[in-house]
């Protein structure tokens, strides 16, 4: 599309809030819509809260830059959780995130904009981040691509942070190929698309033992028909993966927003907020375990996957929560956090099904984005057929 019919879409669709701000950028090159926390020259930066100062960036994030190589015309900065931190989208701010696919549902965060942007078909593809599952949730939520690639793939200069340990910036998009073409625009790799992608059945393909079980009905029908066939592996367990994550996560963002939380919690939403008061609880002694915690959970995982090409997951327990419904937290959140501690590259596609949306994660080796797109590609294709009930 061109910018022009991208504007176009996006005041049609006004009512899913996807975007705090639009651009008047011109040129010929992909459009994407950028998360409003990273740096884009002329516009304010927000966060999703309340900025201090609302003043525009005067120059453009690294990874903005970098995209303007390829051409990119950056259309507007997409919603998003307030600070990022949170996983509906529905910001107080700002107002909501709506979910192109299921009007009635939350579209997942933080980077619910971003995820509604691309399944809207607002734009080309766009920017998110990921330090809990705020790619990939959403793009489960929506039915889009979701690509966190190795933490430290994507430079975060000029990012407003959550936790500098795990942020990771990565894309989203229609498709598996779309996304591996942004992530080279977003970063130094090349060449992630194969010429001559295998097919599944020539690759090594597992699935996480005990992952799927528990889940919603709905999610379970469209894990078990994408494991069948699929030998397991054991994996660390995934409590102790998230809380490790969690822990740094938490201590992390309190860090950051410690002064402002002190002189103005009114500006806060109540659920950021009470995350911040939480965090602000957390020890040095518990901080430090928790980062030898995560040097420990890499090697475990690692070895558990050493002679696998990937490894399949669930990438949530249930299917979007209806919009003003109670959920748990650890029902959406428990299955991406795992892979923030490892920093392991990951995938999360859309299942084949109808209805709902539903997202499968392929999970990678640390720093082979590559092998992982052939993988996802490989699974995409074998789905592209069959569509689950």
């Known amino acids: 599309m061109n910018v022009a019919e991208a504007r176009e879409r996006i005041r049609e669709r006004a009512d899913l809030n996807a975007f705090i701000s639009l651009t008047e950028e011109d040129g010929d090159g992909p459009v994407v819509a950028v998360k409003d926390l990273v740096d884009v020259r002329g516009t304010i930066t927000t966060a999703g809260g309340v900025p201090a100062p609302a003043a525009p960036a005067e120059r453009d994030a690294p990874v903005a830059r970098r995209m303007r190589e390829f051409g990119c015309v950056v ?7 307030e600070w990022a931190f949170g996983v509906t989208s529905q910001n107080p701010h700002y107002g909501g995130v709506r979910n192109p696919r299921a009007l009635d549902r939350l579209p997942g965060g933080s980077s619910g904009g971003s995820a ?13 981040s990921d330090t809990g599952g705020s790619i990939r949730i959403p793009a489960a939520f929506c039915g889009v691509v979701g690509f966190k690639p190795t933490v430290g ?19 989203l998009a ?3 190929r779309s996304a591996a073409r942004a992530l080279e625009m977003m970063s130094e790799l090349a060449s992630l698309v194969p010429d001559a992608p295998r097919p599944l059945p020539a690759l090594r393909v597992a699935v996480a033992r005990g992952w799927g079980d528990g889940l919603a009905p709905e999610v379970a029908a469209a894990w078990e028909r994408a494991a069948a066939g699929l030998p397991e592996i054991d994996l660390p367990d995934r409590g102790r993966m998230g809380e490790a994550g969690l822990t740094i996560l938490l201590a992390e963002a309190a860090a950051f927003h410690r002064q402002r939380l002190a002189a103005h919690p009114e500006r806060f939403g109540d659920d950021v907020r009470q995350l911040l008061e939480g965090g602000l609880q957390v020890t040095r002694r518990e901080y430090v375990l928790a980062l030898l915690e995560q040097s420990r959970l890499r090697v475990e995982t690692e070895a558990a996957m050493e002679g696998w090409d990937a490894v399949l997951t669930p990438a949530t327990r249930v299917l979007p929560p209806l919009l003003g419904a109670e959920y748990d937290r650890a029902d959406i959140t428990g299955y991406t956090r795992p892979f923030n501690t490892t920093g392991q590259p990951v995938i999360a596609l859309p299942a084949p ?25 490989a699974v995409e294709a074998a789905w592209r057929s069959p569509v689950l009930d």
């Open 174 to 176: 229609p498709d598996v």
């Open 75 to 81: 259309v507007g900065k997409t919603n998003l959780h």
């Open 153 to 171: 793939t994507v430079d975060v200069e000029g990012v407003v942070p959550l936790s500098r340990t795990l942020d990771t910036l990565g894309p």
């Open 353 to 377: 099904v109808t209805g709902v949306p539903v997202g499968i994660q392929v999970v990678g080796h640390f720093g082979q984005e590559a092998a992982l797109v052939e993988v996802a590609l």
């Open 116 to 128: 509604a942007a691309v399944a809207a078909g607002l734009c080309d593809w766009a920017v998110g």
